[in-house]
């Protein structure tokens, strides 16, 4: 293939964009249409084209080092090689398990980029911490994202998310986060709001063009710290064991009132939110402990980031014990 000269103008990389966001970011930067680019590029863009035929006349027209490139778009990194630099912990692009928001607009405008990007990013990646900005879920566009420096309890949340990846493993804070959020939502729904914390926090939250956040967003960040709580306490091993040795599940229960989660929460019948969780929970491991496959395991419990290589032998730390028999390990 001809070395082709680069693209007129050429935009700066940045750290975990996805593959459209930098295509219509080049695009846009030399007056061009996103496919008329790819034609340019001469590359008819399929859902079965490899996306590393990309890789070479990309990293030209763009005028940047393939390596870099590789390095700055988890697309063209490739999870079954975790030895290569810069490979390990990243998101996994290509099996979807990461997710996409647009990036913190002030750590584009700080890279010196003014237009729109979108980033793979964690479940944990909620508040960018350099900005105090919340840049997680209801995020549709960088406008919406809300300065948080009044809610200093979601800032600690944050770092206490991370903390219980550390502690617990990625793959299990991640595998309980959503069901936490959806748990606590449903709780919310079936109570008042009696200090009417809601209308004062959109009283002193604004999003980046001035207007208050809306309901749904007002109540994700205001109510963080308690679904980072519940999150670590079902990604914990603790009531897991305590409900395998008694039979029943005093133990959780107790601890989503001590751990402030929800104060004074008893479940009312088998149909409360934690209950059916539980189940469902409990259900989803005796299915795995029989089949005994780490295909199935890891269709169960997915990874969200690429993991370090092992060596022979080598026991995966993200791989748990089962609380049933056969008590696997993958």
Known sequence: MPLRPPL??????????????????????????????????????T???PVNTLLEPLAAAAGVRQHALELALPEFLDADTPDKPGTIGRPRAALRTASQRPACRRCTHAAGITT??????????????????????????ADEQVDISR???????????????ARHGRRWVRNAYPD???????????????FDLLDTARRILTDGTGKPPSHDLTLTM????????????????????????????TWLIEQVTARDVLLGYVPKERK????????????????????????????????????????PGEADAETRWSPFYPYYRC
Do not use: M
């Open 116 to 141: 729109p990007v979108t980033c793979w990013t964690t479940h944990d990646h909620n508040i960018c911490l350099r900005h105090r900005l919340w840049i997680g879920d209801h995020i549709a566009n």
């Open 180 to 194: 936490a959020r959806k748990i606590y939502f449903t709780w919310l729904q079936q109570t008042a709001d009696p």
């Open 8 to 45: 007129p103008r050429t935009v700066p990389l940045f750290h975990n964009e996805t593959l459209d966001s930098f295509l219509h970011r080049l695009a846009a930067a030399n007056h061009l249409p996103a496919v008329q680019l790819l034609s340019l590029l001469e590359i008819r863009r």
């Open 272 to 311: 409360d939110p934690l209950i059916q969780w539980v189940e469902r929970h409990f259900s989803t491991h005796k299915f795995v402990a029989f089949h005994r496959s780490r295909r199935i395991y890891d269709a169960f419990f997915p990874r969200e980031t690429i993991p370090p290589p092992r060596q």
């Open 222 to 249: 205001v109510f963080h710290p308690q679904v980072v709580a519940l999150t670590g306490l079902l990604a914990g091993r603790e009531w897991e064991r305590r409900a395998v040795a008694t039979g029943h599940v």
């Open 151 to 165: 809610l200093p309890d979601a800032l600690r949340a944050q770092k206490r998310h991370r903390n219980l990846i």
């Open 47 to 49: 859902k079965k084209t």
